[in-house]
Each structure stands twice: as structure tokens, then as C-alpha cells.
């Protein structure tokens, strides 16, 4: 994958997933219409560069809230060596994203989904909504894939191409 942002990162995505349009228990999501294609990734197929130049989403682990990272304000470039997170650097979101990580198991460094969005939306700074925005993709980090890890973070890349 490639984006106009500098993205240019290779990976082996699995069988698409998709997240429940119906609910079964109250309290549960679900998402009308579809709003995202997903594909888990394989571990460790993960090499190159993810600029995120739209969103970089909330920073739980478990239930507790970290950061809710939102719009980006300066790119924030994830290095990627074999399916895990090997750097972040950029400005002041992509450092406190970094140092946050970094307390963290390395499981929580993993990349686990890609994401394509599909819904005719404008960025607001919401993960779940901008990581839906057709014409982005998103990389889901941390829980998902096999990997048991206490956080999944999501970070948006717009205009991206798949080679």
C-alpha cells in the first residue's frame, strides 16, 4: 500500500472480517449501513512506513482511556519491521503516542487489521467514524489476529493506493 502522505508499507492481509449489523444483546453495536471493508493481517508480514494524516484513535487499555489522540495536527509516521511498530516519530502526538506505547507489553506494538473505509463522511477526530471515510484505509494495532494484547488502536491514512 502507498498514499500520497509517504505510506508505503507491504503486508499479507487474511479473509476479510466485518463487524455485526445486528444487535443481539442489549448494549451490543452494530453499524448501519457497512461502513468498512477489514482484513486481518498475517503476524509478522508487516514491513515499511504508515503515515497517518487524518486520525490516530483513542489509546485504551482495557476500559481505561489513555489518550484520545483525534485529529492529526503534524503527520505521525509508524515504522513497521516484520508486523510490529519499530519507531513513531513526527510532532507532538506522534512522541506522546510513542511514549505511550512503549509503557506497554510489546504485543500492544503489533499490527493486527487493515481497514478500507466505504461511507461519504468528513474526518471529525472520532476513530469510528473516520476510519470509516471512503478513499482511507486504516492499520488496527494491538488486539486482533491472534494477538492478545490489553489496547487496539487504530490510525487513519487518506488518498492510499493498493500496488
Not at 60 to 68: M, P, T
Not at 83 to 106: C, F, H, R, Y
Not at 128 to 155: K, Y
Request: some cysteine.
Amino acid at each position: 500500500m502507498t498514499a500520497k502522505s509517504g505510506t508505503d508499507i507491504s503486508l499479507i492481509p487474511c479473509e476479510p472480517f466485518h463487524i455485526a449489523y445486528l444487535t443481539h444483546a442489549p448494549g451490543s453495536n452494530a453499524y448501519l449501513p457497512p461502513a468498512e471493508i477489514s482484513y486481518s493481517v498475517k503476524s509478522g508480514s508487516s514491513n515499511g512506513i504508515i503515515i497517518a494524516d487524518v486520525t490516530v484513535g483513542e489509546l485504551r487499555v482495557y476500559a481505561d482511556l489513555i489518550d484520545s489522540f483525534g485529529l492529526v495536527d503534524e503527520a505521525v509516521a509508524l515504522y513497521a519491521e516484520n508486523g510490529e511498530i519499530a519507531d513513531v516519530i513526527g510532532g507532538n502526538m506522534a512522541q506522546k503516542l510513542k511514549s505511550e506505547l512503549w509503557k506497554l507489553p510489546t504485543t500492544c506494538r503489533k499490527i493486527v487489521e487493515l481497514g478500507i473505509g466505504l461511507s461519504r463522511m468528513t474526518p471529525t477526530g472520532i476513530i469510528g467514524i473516520d476510519e470509516s471515510i471512503a478513499g482511507t484505509c486504516h492499520f488496527g494495532i494491538g488486539n486482533g489476529s491472534g494477538n492478545d494484547a490489553p489496547i487496539h488502536l487504530d490510525v487513519v491514512v487518506n488518498d492510499f493506493s493498493i500496488l
